[in-house]
Antibody, heavy 116, light 110 residues
Framework: EVQLVESGGGLVQPGGSLRLSCAAS????????MSWVRQAPGKGLEWVAN????????YYVDSVKGRFTISRDNAKNSLYLQMNSLRAEDTAVYYC?????????WGQGTMVTVSS | QSVLTQPPSASGTPGQRVTISCSGS????????VNWYQQLPGTAPKLLIY???ERPSGVPDRFSGSKSGTSASLAISGLQSEDEADYYC???????????FGGGTKLTVL
């Protein structure tokens, strides 16, 4: 079964850091672009970042540039999102998604709350 | 303010046909494919339509997509109560170098 499972969310103070992980199974992880997509409480979807199969191309939404870093470890079938200098507006459910031409597989999401 | 524009709400009665619009620009919808996602309450989004008008395996043919110029539409025919959900359009934006979403449309089945 094709599956994505996120972990690492939680409560963090403004200015703090958090690292999200996404474990992939049931498909050849190393052959797909991967993305992070977030959804603030009661709001719509917002794409955050994506990364090419070998990590040679990476893109970010402007609001996280310089603060978030997407990475992957193909040997571990894992995707990561290092989030630094967190702000209240980063509070959201973070989903990892397989990203060939569309987000065709989604994880269940992990909640990140930035609050003092 | 979302880059792609969708109506915030839509509604219909069981059996009816409803359409949801998605308006963009030459750098996103005008240049690239459009995908649609369905998000049932409390769940992760699900791919509903890809490449403007293709349905993934398992998606009923009641759902269809179209694109013309810088706009796209999702049509749902034979509306059912289980179609009540939020629907999002998305496209790659060549100017922003990123995926952009519509603000989402909440579909209510009356």
């Amino acid at each position: 079964e094709v599956q994505l499972v996120e972990s690492g969310g939680g409560l963090v103070q403004p200015g703090g850091s958090l690292r999200l992980s996404c474990a992939a199974s049931g498909f050849t992880f190393s052959t797909y672009w991967m993305s992070w997509v977030r959804q603030a409480p009661g709001k719509g979807l917002e794409w955050v970042a994506n990364i090419k199969q070998d990590g040679s191309e990476i893109y970010y939404v402007d609001s996280v540039k310089g603060r978030f870093t997407i990475s992957r470890d193909n040997a571990k079938n894992s995707l990561y999102l290092q989030m630094n200098s967190l702000r209240a507006e980063d509070t959201a459910v973070y989903y990892c998604a397989r990203d060939p031409y569309a987000f065709d597989v989604w994880g269940q999401g992990t909640m990140v709350t930035v609050s003092s | 303010q979302s880059v792609l524009t969708q109506p915030p709400s839509a509604s219909g009665t069981p059996g009816q046909r409803v359409t949801i619009s998605c308006s963009g620009s030459s750098s996103n919808i005008g240049a690239n494919i459009v995908n649609w996602y369905q998000q049932l309450p409390g769940t992760a989004p699900k791919l509903l339509i890809y490449s403007n008008n293709e349905r993934p395996s398992g998606v009923p043919d009641r759902f269809s997509g179209s694109k013309s110029g810088t706009s796209a539409s999702l049509a749902i025919s034979g509306l059912q109560s289980e179609d009540e959900a939020d629907y999002y359009c998305a496209a790659w934006d060549d100017s922003l170098n990123g995926w952009v979403f519509g603000g989402g449309t909440k579909l209510t089945v009356l």
